[in-house]
């Protein structure tokens, strides 16, 4: 029993929100920069779009050779971290697989 304190993942929990030293904008570095630039959100998720789909396209695999219907993209990962509950799991696994056809999906909370 906890008498009303919060467990040590809960305690950590608090500070994503909360913590003044959080990032609060998207920041992005581009490749073989030595320096962040701040971009708008709409610019990010827009890359991120653009950037997935380009790779499922470039790498989804329909029907292994044996003729079997996979519908799967080997190219992208999904690596979860501990602060993500149970419902934000099903849903990330959900859009993922159901959804791209990406398998490669794991949570920390597993390893």
């Known amino acids: 029993i906890s008498r009303g304190?919060?467990?040590p993942k809960g305690a950590a929990t608090y500070q994503l929100a909360v913590n003044p030293l959080r990032t609060t904008h998207v920041m992005y570095r581009a490749p073989y920069s030595d320096h962040w630039e701040r971009k708008p959100l709409d610019w990010a998720m827009e890359q991120i779009a653009q950037?997935?789909?380009r790779t499922?396209?470039?790498n989804?695999?329909?029907k292994?050779?044996?003729?079997k219907t996979v519908n799967a993209c080997y190219a992208i990962e999904s690596l979860g971290g501990a602060t993500l509950?149970?419902?934000e799991n099903?849903?990330?696994k959900k859009l993922l697989c159901g959804g791209l056809g990406i398998i490669s999906i794991e949570n920390?909370?597993?390893i």
């Open 56 to 58: 499922r396209d470039e």
């Open 85 to 87: 509950d149970n419902e």
């Open 64 to 67: 292994l050779p044996n003729g």
């Open 90 to 92: 099903y849903l990330i």
């Open 5 to 7: 304190t919060l467990c």
């Open 51 to 53: 950037r997935i789909k």
């Open 108 to 110: 920390q909370a597993r």
């Open 60 to 62: 989804f695999t329909e």
